[in-house]
């Protein structure tokens, strides 16, 4: 801008203006890494209790299909024969299933998504926090912001879909367990004694 003598000048107004918009940017997004990040250690927690879930009923399932063909053999018994056919089968299903949906792997792309997620999550805070704390100048943050755009949108791009019921425990993790939440008290707790408030 100019004053009524041509000369150039900062609006300081302007420029603080700028700085409200991209702090209210930053923090809408730093939102938004939370919870996609906790929603995919979810689906990672969710589908490995599915998978071990599954294994536990296989080894059952085997060792119930082992005792029916010895009560057959041994005792003769028809229905041991039926019985260990039918579970069998129930067994070759889930097997099949594993094998189609491949939990194992699924779960690795969800963990190293949450943790690439945490990553930029733990960026998103400092630059804020440098913003917070004019540590650091408009162009900069500008740049580090599209940096970091860039960054979240390959790692989006590479993690497997989450699902609702993911989202859901991700949500009653955040808003009522409060596990991103510490007290003064906790992360002093954490911290070596020069480093802590009380």
Known sequence: MQNKNGEKYMDTNSHHNEFELLE???????????????????????????N????????????????????????????ALIVSTTLSAIQ?????????????????KHSTAALELLEIREKYLSLLTDLKAKLISLEDIIKKRDELQDELSKTYKGSPRT?????????????????LT???EEID?????PLRKK
């Not at 094998?99 to 699924?106: A, H, P, Q, V």
């Not at 707790?189 to 004694?193: A, K, R, V």
């Open 92 to 108: 070759f299903a889930m097997a099949s299933y594993l094998k189609e949906y491949n939990l194992g792997e699924t779960i690795q």
């Open 163 to 179: 699902f609702s019921k993911a989202y859901a425990n991700a949500q009653k993790a955040l808003k009522i367990n409060e596990e």
């Open 24 to 50: 209210a940017q930053l923090r809408e997004n730093y939102g938004k890494i939370v919870y996609s990040h906790k929603t995919q250690e979810k689906c990672a927690d969710i589908l490995n209790e599915r």
């Open 182 to 184: 510490f007290s003064d």
């Open 189 to 193: 707790n954490f911290l070596p004694t």
């Open 52 to 79: 071990n879930c599954i294994k536990n009923i296989q080894i059952l399932l085997s060792g119930l299909i082992t005792t029916g063909l010895l009560v057959r053999v041994f005792k003769g018994e028809e229905w």
